[in-house]
T-cell receptor, first 115, second 114 residues
Framework: EAQVTQNPRYLITVTGKKLTVTCSQNMNHEYMSWYRQDPGLGLRQIYYSMNVEVTDKGDVPEGYKVSRKEKRNFPLILESPSPNQTSLYFCASSPSGRRSTDTQYFGPGTRLTVL | AQSVAQPEDQVNVAEGNPLTVKCTYSVSGNPYLFWYVQYPNRGLQFLLK??????LVKGSYGFEAEFNKSQTSFHLKKPSALVSDSALYFC????????????FGSGTKLNVKP
């Protein structure tokens, strides 16, 4: 089944403790992206990747890191999480970032709470 | 800057009645617009998109959207609502100058009552 998977689905952590949220897709997509969803703000793009070893900032990259060493994986790293990073996180992928017609496929989400 | 706005936090409609979820956009040029739906505890699912061509776009689950350039709107519609349509709906626009970037609206919660 074609899908985007994220792990963990739920995470409660404490301020300053480094964490990684994994994202994997099995569709051989070039493009992957991370979003955070907050009430009243919709989804905001954190980082995106056009292909292996090619990443760039979205609108809200502060406090986050990403890497794209393999085509299928795009982990989101919080080196020193803070309470304002408590949010619902979504990973998405699409065949390419170069075509206007491409749509995104979203993972199930990761609910992160930073105490 | 490019953006979309969803002016209603919540829309309530009775089952069987037509529904409209509103979206307006601010884009300097011809926009690439999308609608997604989010069911509880699930990721977003693609419904439909407008790239170019016919102003009336048909999508999944009987939804359609009308692109109106003069009103800069892209409202989502369905002729007859189902209780199972109750969900959170997001409008999104693709950045014209960087296809890798997307901007989402704040979301509209649709409640369809039996």
């Amino acid at each position: 089944e074609a899908q985007v998977t994220q792990n963990p689905r739920y995470l409660i952590t404490v301020t300053g403790k480094k964490l990684t949220v994994t994202c994997s897709q099995n569709m051989n997509h070039e493009y992957m992206s991370w979003y955070r969803q907050d009430p009243g703000l919709g989804l905001r793009q954190i980082y995106y990747s056009m292909n292996v070893e090619v990443t760039d900032k979205g609108d809200v990259p502060e406090g986050y890191k990403v890497s794209r060493k393999e085509k299928r994986n795009f982990p989101l790293i919080l080196e020193s999480p803070s309470p304002n990073q408590t949010s619902l996180y979504f990973c998405a992928s699409s065949p390419s970032g170069r075509r206007s017609t491409d749509t995104q496929y979203f993972g199930p989400g990761t609910r992160l709470t930073v105490l | 800057a490019q953006s979309v706005a969803q002016p209603e936090d919540q829309v309530n409609v009775a089952e069987g009645n037509p529904l409209t979820v509103k979206c307006t956009y601010s884009v300097s040029g011809n926009p690439y617009l999308f609608w997604y739906v989010q069911y509880p505890n699930r990721g977003l699912q693609f419904l439909l998109k407008y790239i170019t061509g016919d102003n009336l776009v048909k999508g999944s689950y009987g939804f359609e959207a009308e692109f109106n350039k003069s009103q800069t709107s892209f409202h989502l519609k369905k002729p007859s609502a189902l209780v199972s349509d109750s969900a959170l709906y997001f409008c999104a626009v693709r950045d014209l100058y960087n296809f890798n970037k997307f901007y989402f609206g704040s979301g509209t919660k649709l409640n369809v009552k039996p």
